[in-house]
């Protein structure tokens, strides 16, 4: 059984940093790929933040520059390092393992940016 389990959102002022992280465990492997959506109150989910197979890093436009997703295989962690955050920027993180076309999801943790 697959199980993700983020922390580190909170609230911070615009321009501030968070890091989040998101610990999977069960039969997760280096190549699956791992990543981090958010979704606002009301809106769909939407993609910030992935590694894929091979360590490819793809971001959201609107992150770029600005937020740095990376991964720790031997702890199974995946990290979302979150600069010069913005309001928009709100939203739930949830964190995400795809396995053979499946994708399992953490709980989510709040992220709120204040200006």
């Known amino acids: 059984q697959v199980q993700l389990v983020e922390s580190g959102g909170g609230l911070v002022q615009a321009g501030g940093s968070l890091r989040l992280s998101c610990v999977a465990s069960?039969?997760?492997?280096?190549?699956?790929?791992m990543g981090w959506y958010r979704q606002v109150l009301g809106e769909q989910r939407e993609l910030v933040a992935r590694i894929l197979t091979g360590g490819v890093e793809d971001y959201a436009g609107s992150v770029k520059g600005r937020f740095a997703i990376s991964r720790d295989n031997a702890k199974n962690t995946v990290y979302l390092q979150m600069n010069s955050l913005k309001p928009e920027d709100t939203g739930v993180y949830y964190c995400?393992?795809?396995?053979?076309?499946?994708?399992?999801w953490g709980q989510g943790t709040q992220v709120t940016v204040s200006s």
């Open positions: 069960g039969s997760i492997f280096s190549f699956n790929e």
């Open positions: 995400y393992v795809l396995i053979w076309g499946r994708l399992y």
